[in-house]
């Protein structure tokens, strides 16, 4: 369990069309680490929340697409823009979730977010483990 809770770390910055002052075609880019070192997951699709609420579902720009063990994925462009946001302000009040193809759930953090602080001790803890444990190979 804390393996899996720790194996995927996703951070995301957002892109649009246009100038700051009148962006349109809001959408997310990217950068996934799969620090498993045996596992692939198959991403699903991802859930954007608004202020707590459920926004949209976009379930094909990711759709199918794997992380391989060790890898780091950057995705930028392929990505569907946002639907009824108006603002940048309502973009970083945006919480993002991604799912995988197994139905496991990964929070995003994007600007002006910060990891939960249990997310940054389990993630601290899982590099301090990698560094001081004995390898069987």
Same mark, same amino acid.
Not at 87 to 97: G, P
Not at 111 to 126: N, V
């Given at each position: 369990? @804390?393996?899996?809770?720790?194996?995927?770390?996703?951070?995301? !910055?957002?892109?649009?069309?246009?100038?700051?002052?009148?962006?349109?075609?809001?959408?997310?880019?990217?950068? &996934?680490? !799969?620090? =498993? =070192? =045996?596992?692939?997951?198959?991403?699903?699709? &991802? %859930?954007y929340?608004?202020?707590?609420n459920?926004?949209? @579902?976009?379930?094909?720009?990711?759709?199918?697409?794997?992380?391989?063990?060790?890898?780091?994925? @950057? &995705?930028?462009?392929?990505?569907?823009? #946002?639907?009824?946001?108006?603002?940048?302000?309502?973009?970083l009040?945006?919480?993002?979730? #991604?799912?995988?193809?197994?139905? %496991?759930? @990964?929070?995003?953090?994007?600007?002006? *977010? *910060? *990891?939960?602080?249990?997310?940054?001790?389990?993630? *601290?803890?899982? #590099?301090?483990?990698? %560094?001081?444990?004995? %390898?069987?190979?």
């Amino acid at each position: 369990m @804390f393996v899996s809770a720790t194996d995927i770390d996703c951070g995301y !910055n957002w892109s649009y069309d246009g100038d700051m002052n009148t962006p349109v075609n809001m959408r997310p880019n990217f950068d &996934i680490r !799969n620090r =498993s =070192s =045996s596992r692939t997951y198959r991403l699903a699709n &991802i %859930k954007y929340e608004l202020r707590g609420n459920i926004h949209w @579902f976009d379930n094909r720009s990711i759709m199918g697409r794997e992380l391989k063990p060790g890898s780091i994925e @950057f &995705i930028n462009g392929g990505i569907a823009a #946002l639907p009824r946001v108006s603002s940048l302000q309502e973009c970083l009040d945006m919480r993002i979730t #991604l799912r995988t193809q197994d139905n %496991k759930e @990964f929070v995003a953090h994007g600007p002006g *977010q *910060q *990891q939960s602080k249990l997310d940054h001790r389990m993630t *601290q803890l899982r #590099l301090w483990l990698n %560094k001081h444990s004995v %390898k069987m190979d």
